[in-house]
Nanobody, 123 residues
């Protein structure tokens, strides 16, 4: 069985930075890729970024390209989402999903999800 635990959300002013972590445990060899999605109140879940453990393929959503970056620590089975130049419209609950295949921006393709982390960007 695989589990993912997220951490790193919080409150930041516009223009600031935050880093989210998605740590996997259990049968981590079953995980091929991690994806981040976000959901703001009253809105549908939106794709943020995804990456395989190897780093290729990797994909970013249009709203975050150039501002958000994925990195990983394979030894700790953890993937990070570095979020820079944050904007108020980035405010949402961020979820990381884990999947045994490449699903990119297709959220139903992820097999399990973390608990979600609130990110709030004040103007």
């Amino acid at each position: 069985q695989v589990h993912v635990v997220e951490s790193g959300g919080g409150l930041v002013q516009a223009g600031g930075s935050l880093r989210l972590s998605c740590a996997a445990s259990g049968r981590t060899s079953d995980i091929y890729a991690i994806g981040w999605f976000r959901q703001a109140p009253g809105k549908e879940r939106e794709f943020v970024a995804a990456s395989s453990w190897s780093g290729t393929p990797r994909l970013y959503g249009d709203p975050v390209t150039g501002r958000f970056t994925i990195s990983r620590d394979n030894a700790k089975n953890t993937m990070f989402l570095q979020m820079n130049s944050l904007r108020p419209e980035d405010t949402a609950v961020y979820y990381c999903g884990a999947g045994g295949r490449w699903s990119g921006n297709y959220s139903p393709g992820y097999d399990l999800w973390g608990q979600g982390n609130q990110v709030t960007v004040s103007s």
